[in-house]
């Protein structure tokens, strides 16, 4: 009994990873002068968010709101937009479920 408790679980575990997936854009190649607390007030703008993470000496953030629909206008809404002189290069997230996981921050 206890291992279909466990593949119920993992499965639970597995489709929560892939709805944040859904609502997570990637954020590549923005000046290392932008903070989370910028992304997040510029983002909010589009929906409301669950948490922003840049992820320090890579220069790439992960940008997670709170619906899926906030996605696709977030991308479009900031297509041309321009932080600290650099335009923004937006794109949906993808692959594997993230190393960043703990080190994120939590929605203010």
Known sequence: MPEQTNNKNHDAEVEDREAEMNRTLFLRAFD?????????????????????????????????FRHSVSVPYAKE?????????????????????????????QAK
Do not use: C
Not at 43 to 61: D, H, S, T, W, Y
């Open 77 to 105: 809404l900031f297509s041309d937009t321009k932080l600290h002189g650099r335009f923004l290069s937006l794109d949906f997230r993808t692959g594997q479920y993230p190393r960043w996981q703990s080190e994120t921050s």
């Open 32 to 64: 290392e002068k932008t903070t989370e607390d910028e992304l997040y007030e510029l983002f909010l703008q589009a929906g409301p968010l669950e948490k922003v993470a840049i992820i320090q000496n890579k220069n790439m953030a992960f940008i997670t």
